[in-house]
């Protein structure tokens, strides 16, 4: 794999602070070495992946017909607009997920394929963002981005560990990736250096170094910076005005004023803007090139999220919150559909944001593989026998489906290896596969 030097990229420096820079045209902010393919101020290529726990609705996750007359069910209505950039694949699995309980086993292996230790003990595998950024993402201030907008369960169930259905990212088998469930704090491992009063402003340390930059790039790179830092302080403003809304999300209080304390910075009460915002940092992680490895949980299998948010089709006049996102899964009913969209809608936000970022003759979203995945295929029957997997942007041949339903050598981890060759580590064997998928 080639070397990448993290310490010739440019940076904004203020006290307690350093901000990389977006792809920029009249600098190479990058940072590597140039190849005989690969300009050394090319925008690298990053990986993302997202999760929901619980599967989807039985009939509704589907794809037909390639490119723009490929059609979607109403699960993933919302990526219209994105088929032709998608892949649908179909049909991979993990055997070893398979031998456990429900819940649990299906998922603490979902992105390593590894066994699973039952009787609450901790043991899975080495998940295969962490593998790429304990190689690919040394090149960064931050290796890996590791987002999650429902808090980890310790509990047991049916034997086996419910950190297991909380994490998706393991360091090291016995090491599930500790999860940043606050966007402050995000915000601040990409972009501060040292602890610093949560009253200071990133955008405001750094602008005496910025204007410097200014009066020395193209006029076009002059519009890219502003644009950048107006992103910057507009995540700002919404990390504090998020901060001071509660600390819990997703279920509506049993009291219309609260009986204790509430804290002074927490997790944004509304679900939608908290995943928005996590959506938003990581895309800033990505366009700075703080991290090019960012997981993001949009919540836990075995979920206990409520949705007041959106409006109930079962219970007219009421917000999705009559029941738990795990005891919903099983119902299967519009409902459910609806909370379905609400998850692709994010992943839909997310591409969005991607795609207006500009890094040369592509957009971010070109340089990005996006991997949204879940647990099970169907909340209802806890199936795991195939798995609902889209690969949206990367630079990938989109708008077609890979059916390997029926097929042998159908494991979920031989995408994990061609995901990983495309950024340039190429381990002979991952999880229970050796063989790349040549189709991807």
């Known amino acids: 794999m080639k070397k990448h030097q993290f310490n010739r990229r440019h940076f904004l420096r203020g006290t307690g602070v350093t901000m990389a820079l977006p792809w920029l045209e009249s600098i190479n902010v990058w940072g590597d070495e140039p190849t005989r393919n690969k300009p050394a101020s090319e925008a690298p290529l990053r990986l993302c992946v997202t999760f929901s726990g619980n599967g989807f609705h039985s009939k509704e996750w589907w794809a037909r017909g390639e490119g723009k007359a490929m059609e979607l069910g109403k699960v993933l209505a919302p990526l219209a607009d994105y088929r032709e950039r998608m892949l649908f694949v179909r049909g991979l699995y993990h055997e070893e997920a398979r031998k456990g309980n429900i819940h649990s086993s299906q998922t603490g292996n979902i992105l390593s394929g590894a066994p699973i230790a039952s009787g609450g003990q901790i043991r899975s595998g080495t998940s295969f963002d962490q593998m790429l950024a304990q190689t690919y993402g040394r090149s960064t201030k931050v290796p890996s981005l590791v987002l999650a907008c429902e808090k980890s369960n310790p509990s047991v169930h049916k034997n086996y560990s419910m950190l297991y259905s909380s994490h998706i990212s393991w360091s090291s088998p016995t090491t599930p990736t500790p999860l940043e469930l606050y966007p402050a704090l995000a915000f601040d491992r990409l972009f501060k250096d040292e602890a610093s009063p949560a009253d200071k402003s990133v955008l405001d340390a750094v602008l005496a170094d910025a204007q410097d930059m200014r009066r020395n790039i193209s006029a076009s790179d002059q519009r890219k910076l502003d644009e950048y830092l107006d992103s910057v302080r507009e995540v700002e403003k919404r990390i504090e005005n998020a901060g001071k809304r509660g600390e819990l999300q997703g279920w509506r209080p049993t009291l219309d004023k609260p009986n204790i304390q509430r804290p002074d910075d927490g997790i944004p009460q509304d679900i939608g803007e908290h995943m928005r915002l996590m959506c938003d940092i990581l895309v800033l992680g990505f366009q700075t090139d703080t991290t090019r490895i960012t997981t993001l949980k949009l919540n836990n299998d075995h979920s206990a999220l409520r ?134």
């Open 307 to 440: 949705f007041p948010n959106l409006p109930s089709v079962q219970q007219a006049g009421h917000g999705i919150d009559y029941m738990i996102h795990h005891l919903l899964s099983h119902s299967d009913g519009d409902d459910w559909l609806r909370v379905n969209q609400f998850f692709m809608e994010q992943v839909a936000y997310l591409a969005g944001k991607l795609d207006a970022v500009q890094e040369g003759e592509r957009t971010l979203l070109d340089n990005t593989m996006l991997m949204h995945c879940s647990s099970m295929m169907i909340g209802a029957k806890h199936n795991n026998d195939e798995l609902p997997v889209i690969v949206i942007g990367g630079g990938l041949k989109g708008g077609r489906v890979l059916d390997y339903s029926g097929k042998p050598e159908r494991q979920l981890c031989r995408l994990f290896i061609s995901m990983m060759d495309k950024m340039e580590v190429r381990p002979k064997t991952f999880g229970d596969a050796n063989l790349m998928l040549e189709e991807v």
